[in-house]
Every structure is written in structure tokens, then in C-alpha cells.
């Protein structure tokens, strides 16, 4: 145990002394930065409908107008119209002929209009019609939800989840290479071996070197986002989980490589495959099979439902994360002790 | 106490060995030295008596016990000085003894004592980035005694020093001997080899081609002379004489005789000569 904290020790010290992990710490304030400064809670995209009314009567205008709604301009023809959408692209155009009861809408709009925005705007169309008739649309359907209602997490907040991942867990992939790299062009690594201490104690000092900076940087930057709102007692053994699991990996693979250059490479490639569960949390309805075995997506997972709770068991994320470390540290024993520290072996 | 036997190491699996049937026996206290130019399989021997290389083919045995069956506690008995400086760079001279003392299960020298000793006290809180070559040598040669090592295994620890530091280095490595040590010394030079070895080893090529006391290697291989001055018709002049040679003796007889001797001085071979006569390539 003894020789696990003085190794430990010196893992800190080293951390500490090692630019990568204060490049962490400025991209940490960065996040900070763009989190209370530069992104909103929420985007809010405003568009401009221009009501071309050739109803008799002019119906909708009368409707409308007496209803004071925003964003809407009625203009006297469709060429003025047209000529409106072609000069801005993102502006909405619709012309209104018929009746009440017989309603003819024709959507005019640019080509980088998304579908499912004309879709909704087709649907508001029939129920302000309905309205207008006198027809109750809220009595047509009823919305039924599973589980607890939650309330929608605000954009700049759904970046803390991500940033945790990403940056705070995933860094210490990054880190533990650069270590080993450092030690391999020193030559440490050798003087390591002419001790009786052994591979388990030299991955293990590393790791909760990096578990230590990473809860820091975790805390801090939680506490300058959230606040003490938190369950943090939940928190901290999902990311001691995570940032062990890719510390691991991160040995790992470096015992193939000599330098960060060779590595960089295996950096990319990981981190571009650990960064599709972003797409499941963003859009849920992005779930392929594989997505839950990518390391990263149970610890992103976690972390969100943590941080921003909406009754899900955590159960099976915890134990896929546990199983991925018991096997992610089996394998860094052995390449570690076949690639480091028996050389020729 | 260690005992090598019909050692063999390729690094390129193509049967062309680094190290070719060496075998040698040291006793305990002793200071053996390997002696030979770079690339003649020092290192190798070396790394494969102290674990670090694995054992292909022969013998290394400690105590009558394989080299293969040590458990870790091997590496509480001995130090090693490596001749490249595997140093932390960002860590302090005097963290990287205190931190690597806690790696041991026995008891473990002062830090600061040692530090001492190779004269780098003063500079014990500096980084070792900015430690000059010498100076890391030297605290290369202080971690190899931090666990009071019943075995030394000394490479090129006098390499890069200067004549004074060197000279303390090597008073050092003979106190470790009065105290018992069992020192394998891997050395290129052959002023320190002469000066520290109770036997040497000659290795190259990957193979021993002579091993004895140096005084031994010398005078078996060396030719005796003798270095003459004398005060001649136009000043000093300077003759040597080899006593083997029955004409050089008739002559050496002729000017003690005759002529005004101002000194006269006997000559062994040096260890470098014999090296040369016997492998036919110097040590560099």
C-alpha cells in the first residue's frame, strides 16, 4: 500500500508538471466561458410568414388581426410574395383561397425549408381554420405520458454531459499515452523495472492520478455550471468508472506506439467512434444496436441521467461500465507487462 | 555467488548472437569487470542478469538459483546504474531518489546523503532537465545504492564525468566493496577496470576471449620493458628496452655500465595494450 501512494504521489506530481493536463484545465475554461457568456438556454428561430389572403371576404386577415399575432404580414399578392422568398430564403409564404369550411392552403417557401417544419406549420394551419370554425381541436386528441414528466433540459446544460465525457473521462485516454510515452523516451520505465513493485501497482498509481484531476476538474466544473444540485455521490463513481476505463484503454494502446505522433492517429479514430452516443442523447431515436457498447456511451449516459434525472434505473449502465473496466484492466496487464516491462520478452 | 553459464542472447532470431557462450563465475565481494568496445555484448549480459532482457538460451544463477525463478523481491538485493540517464526530467534530483526509494521492501538510504556524495547536494531541488550529463550520471549512480544492494551492477558509471568526479565515483565503488558488495562492473575504460576489478573479463564480439586478475592479463600478454634515460653526447636521451629480447639486455647492461643513467623505470603492458593484442581493435 505503501509503495502504491508513493508512486501515486510522484504520478501527481508528474500530472501536475505536464502541459496536457493544464491545456485540460484552459479548455475547461473555455467551456466555461462559452457556457455562461456565448450559448442560450435555448435557440429560438424566428420566422416571418407572409399571408397572401385571396379568401372573399379576406377572412384570414380579419381572424387573424383580431387575434394580434406576431410574425405574420399579409401582402396583397403572390408575386409580391415570391419575389419575399426568393430574397429570403427562410421566410415562410402562404396563400389562403376558398372558405372556412373549404380551406385551400399553398406553402410557399425556399429550398432549405426541413420538411417536418412544413409539417407543422400545415398542422397550425388546419387548427387555426378549425378554431375558426368553432370546432374544439384539444377535444380530437389527448397526449398520454409514460413515467415522470421532466422538464426539457436547456441547451447550454445538455453540453455538460457531453463536456464531462469528452473532455473530463476520455482526456485521461490521452493522458495515461503521453505518460507512457514520456516514461518510454526517458527511459523511467526501465529503472521502474529493476524494482520489486510490479505492473499493477504502475497502472494503478496512474489511474487514480488521473481519477484525482479529473473529479477536480469534474467538481469545478459542475459547481460553475449546475451548482450543488447535483447527486454527487452518484456522480463521482461514474466518472471514477469512466475516466478508469479509458485510462486503461489509453495504456493500452500505447505500448504499441513509441511517440504522440504515431498515436495521434489511434486518438482520432477513438474518439470519433466514442463520440456517436453524442447523437443518441442529442436524438434519441438514434439507437442502433452497437451504440450501448461503445465505451463511452455508458458513462455519457450516466452522467446525463445523473445530472439531469428523469427516473431511469442506472443499473445496467453501471454494470456494463464495471465489466468494461474488470476487462479494459485485464488487458492493460498484460500488454504492459508483456510490452514494458519485459522487454525481449 | 553468481555464476553465468554458456549465455547466448539474438536479438535477431537469425542465429546471429549478441552475446556467444559466455560463461563466468563471481565471487562474493568481488568487483568483476566486463570489459569491451561498444557493441560487443556488455549491456546484453548485463540486462539478462538482471531480468530485464529475458533469458534465451544458458544460465544465470544466484545463490545455485535461476535467474528465470527469481521473484520480485530479486530486485530488493541489487542496484543498478544504467549508462543512458532513465531519469524523470520534470521531477527534482533529489524527488527522483525519494520517490524511487519507496518502490523497495528494505530498508532504504537517506536521499539527501546520497546526494551528498556524488556532491549534489546544492543542486538536489533542482529538475533533472536542467542537470548536466555528469550530473545525471551521478545521480543514476546514487539510485543504484538507495536500497543498500547486496549486488551492484555498474555500467559505465564513470562515462561523461570529469577526472575529479570520476576519482569519487570510484573511491565510492571501493567502499561499497569494503562493505561487502558483489560489484558487476561494464566498462569501456580501462584506466577505471584496472583501477577497481579484482578480475576482469575481455568480451568481444559477444565472446569472452580472455578473463583473469589484470595483473595477471598484463603480464601474460604484456611485454616486459624497461624505460631508460641517460645523459648521451647531444643531451637526454630516452631508450626502452624489452627484457625478453637478449640483445635489449646486452644493451641496457652496456649503458648502465657506461653511460650517466638519470631514471629508470620498469613497464607492464596497460590493460588497453593487452585488449588490442588479444582482440586486435581498440576499446572505443
Known sequence: MSKLFNLYVQDMKLLLRNSFAWLMMGTIIIFLILYHFVITDSIEHEITMYFVDNSKGHIMESALEGRNVDNVVFISNIEELEQLILDKETQVGIVFEGTIHEPRFTIVHGENMREENVNLIRASLRNMILNMAGVSVDAQYSTKFLGDRVEPIPQNKMLIPIFLTYEVVMFSFFLSAVFMFEEKAEGSIKAYRITPTGTAIYIVSKTLAFITKGIVYALLLILLTIGFEVNFLALIPILMLGIALFGFMGMSIATFFSNISEYIFVVMGVLIISMLPIFTILIPSFSPFYIEWIPSFPALYSIKEILFPTGIDLGRQVITLVGMNIIAYALCHFLVTKKLMKEGA | ?284
Open chain 2, 1 to 284: 555467488m553468481i555464476s553465468v553459464e554458456n549465455l547466448y542472447h539474438d536479438y535477431t532470431g537469425k542465429e546471429q548472437y549478441a552475446v556467444n557462450d559466455v560463461s563466468f563465475n563471481i565471487k562474493k565481494g568481488e568487483v568483476f569487470g566486463f570489459l569491451g568496445p561498444s557493441g560487443a555484448g556488455k549491456s546484453t549480459t548485463q540486462n539478462i542478469m538482471t531480468g530485464l532482457l529475458k533469458l534465451q538460451k544458458g544460465e544465470v544463477l544466484y545463490e545455485s538459483n535461476s535467474i528465470t525463478k527469481m521473484k520480485s523481491e530479486f530486485y530488493n538485493n541489487i542496484g543498478v546504474s544504467f549508462e543512458f540517464h532513465n531519469l524523470y526530467t520534470k521531477l527534482t534530483g533529489y524527488e527522483n531518489l525519494k520517490y524511487f526509494a519507496g518502490l523497495f521492501d528494505v530498508p532504504t538510504a537517506d536521499p539527501m546523503e546520497l546526494l551528498d556524495m556524488v556532491g549534489l547536494r546544492a543542486d538536489a531541488n533542482k529538475r533533472v532537465a536542467n542537470y548536466s550529463k555528469g550530473m545525471m550520471q551521478r545521480i543514476v549512480f546514487a539510485r543504484s545504492l538507495i536500497n543498500n544492494p547486496k549486488i551492484l551492477y555498474l555500467d559505465e558509471p564513470t562515462s561523461g564525468l570529469d577526472p575529479t568526479t570520476a576519482s569519487q565515483i570510484r573511491q565510492l565503488i571501493k567502499r561499497k566493496k569494503e562493505e561487502g558488495c558483489t560489484i558487476f562492473l561494464t566498462t569501456h575504460n580501462m584506466f577505471a577496470a584496472d583501477d577497481l576489478c579484482d578480475r576482469v573479463a575481455f568480451l568481444n564480439e559477444g565472446k569472452i576471449v580472455a578473463m583473469d586478475t589484470p595483473r595477471n592479463l598484463k603480464m601474460k600478454h604484456g611485454e616486459k620493458s624497461v624505460v631508460v634515460e641517460f645523459a648521451g653526447e647531444k643531451g637526454i636521451k630516452k631508450s626502452v628496452f624489452f627484457l625478453d629480447n637478449e640483445e635489449d639486455k646486452k644493451q641496457l647492461n652496456k649503458i648502465i655500465l657506461n653511460k650517466e643513467v638519470q631514471t629508470i623505470h620498469s613497464q607492464e603492458a596497460t590493460l588497453e595494450q593487452t585488449f588490442i593484442k588479444l582482440t586486435g581493435r581498440g576499446l572505443i
